[in-house]
């Protein structure tokens, strides 16, 4: 029972994650990009089955592209951020840190092989958009979130007041 739960897990995680990614394509790829998708990378944090399902994600998303390095070394990348999530779980606000540097540094290395610039400008742009997408938007929907909880729910209305 417990494997099976993780794998749905895993699967729903992956299928997020790739469908995501693959809708907001302009987006999702090249050399500035914000992928909207990177924002479950918190999801580690949770649970463990995070960590493959990011993986496979992110596989099928850089398929999309038919770019084998974007394939091999971006997916790799994203399964290493996962698991390194996954270690920081206890420290909220260092979860989503590790997708955020190796993506910058690695991606942003491979982004200049492939389409030249400044190695440091392609990490730095990357790493703009991994923080974009791994911070702020989550930030917004745990506020906006709690916000529609203190709408709707009257008990959390009566313990923000300390009542």
Known sequence: MKTTRFIAHAAVIAAVYAALTMLIAPLSYGPVQIRF?????ILPAFTPAAIPGL???????NMYTGNI???VFGSLTTLVAAFLSFKLRKKQWLVPLPPVLLNAWVVGYYLTLQFG???WMNMLTVGAGQLIACYV???YFIINY???QEKINPYVQYQ???Q
């Open 69 to 71: 390095i974007d394939i």
């Open 137 to 139: 938007i989550p930030i």
């Open 37 to 41: 998708s990177e924002a479950l990378t």
């Open 55 to 61: 993986f496979i994600g992110c596989l099928v998303a």
């Open 117 to 119: 610039g400044l190695t």
């Open 160 to 162: 923000r007041r300390g």
């Open 146 to 148: 709690q916000k529609y």
